[in-house]
């Protein structure tokens, strides 16, 4: 019983002193980064669809970009070599 006792006062220390430090993670942002929000989702391009040439030496994808403003999105397909390279 003072085994358990022990335990669980050590372990509610333990959890005071994790209370009391400041949080890393939390959602204050950093001066450095960019909060990732919706309006920034969109302007990356989304990778669809990678599709190997029937020689496997090719690989073709599609990248989607957006333009919220024209509420249109625009679809370029790229070939790049199976091994890597500039598309």
Known sequence: MKKYLLA?????LLAQSCLKKKN????T???H???LSAAVLWKLGR??????SP???????????ANI?????HNIIYKMEINGGTP
């Open 24 to 27: 890393p993670f939390s959602n």
């Open 55 to 65: 020689d496997g030496k090719w690989v073709l994808f599609g990248v989607k970009t």
């Open 33 to 35: 980064r960019q909060n």
């Open 8 to 12: 669980v006062l050590c372990l509610s």
């Open 47 to 52: 990778v669809s669809d990678p599709r190997i």
């Open 69 to 73: 403003a024209a509420n249109k999105t």
């Open 29 to 31: 942002p950093l001066p």
